[in-house]
């Protein structure tokens, strides 16, 4: 039988993000953002039960979880190492897929984003919200805005988080992380937001906004009077608003055009790309301040993606940015080629990237 000690050990080793381990199979490794065999044999059925076996380590709650739904998430401790662990089904045998969190933290300056960010994080209220897809760092990025509140302001930080991933420590601030789900100290995010309203918590961190029920919750915290920061599986600024919007029906879309105009503080959309020396990832950030001529986009009876869009490039003096100028940006510094940027926006798009790069003193 196969230790999953032994895979993670090698996924260290390699500098791995995420492991995969599936029936049939040898143990994948993502290694840069792409996928490569571990060096572990084809994975069987019975190894597979082994694995399963290690991972839920006699907890029989966890068990019953996984029979009754075919889903756990979880966490686990290997030398130190926290991982986060998923699993599900696939022919009716446990996959399992293990997100590798890192013990130290980056500083906010080196993470890529632009100050606004940061100052974001003296707001006394409000919501802020950082999205893109799965592997664009989103976790890493909150986990850093915590630590960096944590180490300048007196606050109390109250995160959910499904399940949680890095663990901090109060320094200037006090710190309650609370897993979300069955057998947690949540059963949902929105149940968790709810009572946050009373535990006095100045800044409230929802790991994920994924419904209406948890968007209207956490409306309400920042309307009495916090900071709420949350994020969403969306791949840009104009998207995030389109899907939040979305979660309403028609006849309330008014009201949260008008309460997102008032109450959201900043989009952050980040995107991770392999760099052009193929050596590692290069972040690449959309960012919405939401001033005035943003918040009159969102308004707007007809919501207009490109209007959102267009309402970013007006505001660059308060500190928004375009997906296309961070983009020529990183072709001017050499981190990326203008092919690895053009691979990032619609062909429609690609001649205004080109446009941008010379704009900004590149030669292309």
């Known amino acids: 039988m196969i230790e999953l000690g032994k895979i993670i ?17 040898k143990p994948v490794l993502r ?5 490569l065999p571990s060096k572990y044999p084809v994975l069987t059925e019975e ?28 966490a686990i401790v290997h030398k130190g190492i926290r991982l986060r662990v998923n699993v599900s089904s696939f022919n009716e045998i446990p996959l399992f897929t293990l997100r590798i969190i890192k013990d130290e933290l980056p500083a906010f300056e080196d993470l890529g984003l632009p100050e606004v960010v940061r100052q974001m994080m003296y707001q006394p209220q409000g919501v802020i919200l950082v999205t893109g897809k799965t592997n664009s760092g989103k ?42 789900g069955v057998g947690g100290d949540s059963l949902t995010y929105f149940d968790g937001v709810k009572n946050s309203l ?21 409306i309400d915290m920042a309307e009495a009077g916090h900071l709420v920061i949350g994020t969403l599986h969306t791949k840009s600024c104009a998207e995030t608003l389109d899907r939040i919007i979305n979660f309403y029906e028609f006849s309330d879309q008014a009201q949260i055009k008008y309460l997102m105009a008032t109450l959201l503080k900043i989009i952050v959309s980040q995107r991770l790309i392999p760099n052009a020396a193929g050596n590692g990832l290069v972040m690449v950030p ?7 001529i943003v918040a009159g986009f969102i308004r707007k ?14 505001s660059v003096d308060k500190g928004s940015r375009s997906l296309i100028t961070s983009l ?5 510094k050499g981190d990326l080629t203008i092919e690895q940027a053009e691979g990032q926006v619609e062909a429609k798009n690609a001649d205004v990237l080109r446009r941008t790069v010379r704009q900004l003193g590149g030669n292309i």
């Open 198 to 218: 009373r535990e006095d918590c100045d800044i409230l961190v929802i790991g994920e906004i994924r419904d209406k029920d948890t968007m209207n919750a956490a």
């Open 31 to 35: 290694i840069q953002k792409s996928l």
């Open 47 to 74: 190894d597979i039960y082994g694995i399963y076996d290690q991972i839920v380590d006699g907890k029989v709650e966890m068990d019953e979880i996984y029979k009754n739904t075919r889903i756990i998430d979880t």
């Open 301 to 314: 009876e007809k919501f207009s993606i490109s209007g959102i869009e267009d309402a970013i490039s007006s």
């Open 9 to 25: 050990d090698e996924a260290l080793e390699r500098g791995a993000s995420d492991i995969h381990i599936i029936c049939g199979l």
């Open 328 to 332: 020529a940006e990183s072709v001017i």
């Open 139 to 180: 976790t890493t990025t909150l986990s850093a805005l915590i630590n960096y509140v944590n180490e300048t302001q007196n606050k109390k930080i109250l995160t959910l988080e499904a399940p949680v991933e890095y663990k901090h420590k109060s320094k200037k601030s006090i710190i309650v992380q609370k897993e979300v």
């Open 286 to 292: 959309e960012v919405m301040v939401v001033d005035d």
